[in-house]
């Protein structure tokens, strides 16, 4: 399928007058959609709720979207606990799913009511050490270890993944935290990532679904939710096809009453935390062409750079990228597009076919709305761009400021960089 932009020329050059490039863009009549389509999928579900993982895009504008789809927050990190405070967060609104947890980590997360999926059984004593008991209603995360397979194909590898307690671990962590005075009980895992298919979910419920019916046959717990965390993956590359919410939703639905009705289940909540289906396809980096350089190979040089979205330079991700206004020109020109990092990983592509592209041109590069601005990072003194809301009536919103220098040289309490720098 070919793959559109949500913004044209005509719009990034308007924009490009007031914010300067480049600049990450969201899109919020898509988010909305998207996230009435999520709740309507799971409607069938009396307590359903999606906990948005808010390291996908911790951005409190976007965040507050969600809200009023009766999302709650999925945390890892003391900043993402006081982000999600900072909106309004209530006590049952956030999941702190994290992991190698520091003691006042969970001390913040049980002041501010957060539930608490415990990452491995060794966190039981040391949860209750540091808030002095332990909470009524506690999640646990589960690994299986092994290969995660739907038939023959290798969706991920949990055996090599650090998260999570094991099938033999989280019977024990049941027993105990039962003995220790907790009373509803949420099971968790997170078995692939990016995943592009309507299985994942139900194949994952299966699994769980399944394990609650022994953990409540062998322990006694009450199961109050079980979380499929995230993994919904999205098209990045034009020939995938996405993944439709409404057929995961009733495949959920299907395996529930085939797993859970049956055993007298049929209370238990389903809970997600999705990041990249939520917001990954509703953001772009737009960024101006500054440079081309003809070597070995044609290169344009951009104004963004990895900083901005990491993810082609650490994983080798695709992103795909629309030229402006050239939309329907031929791809007949091949490039590697970099950024001006001193690392040669610094390129949105490699070996792509585009339309010619000239300088001055703007180039969108797609699904650049959940991990992209949050992984970016300052390599090479490279700041962090600014983050613009595109809203629905067709304005924009400045939804956080680009860095400038100061807040790069911020942290250098011992040292006056302003007193040291000719005074303007
Ligand atoms: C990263 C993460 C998510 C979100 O993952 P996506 O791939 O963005 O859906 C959800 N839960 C936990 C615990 C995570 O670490």
């Known amino acids: 399928m070919k793959k ?42 009396k307590g359903y709720r999606e906990y948005f993982a808010v390291k996908a895009t911790p951005n409190p504008f976007l965040m507050d979207i969600l809200k009023s789809y009766g999302c709650g927050y999925d945390c890892s990190s003391l900043t993402e606990l006081m982000l999600s405070e900072a909106v309004g967060a209530e006590p049952g609104d956030i999941m702190f799913s994290s992991n190698d947890t520091p003691a006042e980590e969970f001390a913040y997360a049980d002041k501010l009511g957060a539930i608490i999926n415990l990452d491995d059984i060794t966190h039981i004593d040391f949860l209750e ?4 008991h332990i909470p009524e209603t506690i999640s646990c995360r589960y690994n299986p270890g092994g290969l995660f397979k739907i038939t023959n194909d290798i969706m991920d590898n949990p055996g090599d993944a650090k998260y999570g307690m ?16 907790a009373k509803e009980f949420g099971i968790h895992a997170f078995l692939a990532s990016n995943t592009v298919t309507n299985e994942y979910y139900p194949m994952l419920a299966k699994v769980l679904f399944e394990l609650a019916v022994k953990l409540r046959k062998e322990t006694g717990a009450h199961i ?28 959920v639905r299907k395996v529930y009453e085939e797993v859970l009705t049956p055993a007298g289940m049929d209370d238990v909540a389903i ?26 190979k044609e290169y344009i040089g951009v104004d963004a750079c990895a900083a901005n979205l990491m993810r082609p330079a650490i994983y080798g991700a695709y ?11 031929p791809c007949s020109h091949m490039y ?31 699904d650049s709305g959940a991990h992209g601005f949050s992984m970016g990072y300052n390599y090479n003194g490279r700041l962090r761009s600014a983050e613009v809301l595109l809203k629905e009536d067709g304005s924009t919103e ?11 040289f911020a942290t250098f309490d011992c040292f006056d960089i302003a007193e040291r720098l000719p005074k303007k």
Request: charged residues 30%; contains cysteine; aromatic residues 10%.
């Open 166 to 181: 094991t099938t033999e671990q989280i019977f024990e962590a049941f027993r105990i935290l039962k003995e220790k005075g």
């Open 271 to 296: 809970y997600t935390e999705l990041g990249r289906f939520m917001l990954g396809p509703y953001g772009c980096l737009v960024t101006k062409v500054i440079h081309e350089k003809h070597t070995h």
């Open 4 to 45: 559109k932009p949500f913004v044209d020329k005509e719009q990034i050059e308007k924009m490009a007058k007031e914010y300067p490039t480049p600049f990450h863009l969201y899109d919020e009549a898509g988010i909305r959609k998207n996230a009435r389509e999520l709740k309507e999928a799971f409607s069938w579900n």
């Open 319 to 329: 992103h795909h990228i629309t030229v402006a206004g050239k939309e329907e020109e």
């Open 336 to 366: 590697d597009v970099t950024g001006s990092l001193c690392e040669n990983c610094d390129k949105f592509a490699v070996d792509r076919m585009l339309p010619k592209i000239d300088i001055g041109d703007y180039l969108v590069i797609h």
């Open 129 to 132: 050490e540091t808030i002095g």
């Open 224 to 251: 109050k939710f079980i979380n499929l965390s995230g993994g919904i993956g999205i098209p990045y590359k034009p020939d995938q096809e996405a993944n439709d919410i409404a057929v995961i939703g009733e495949g």
């Open 398 to 408: 400045l939804i956080r400021r680009a860095e400038t220098p100061a807040d790069y």
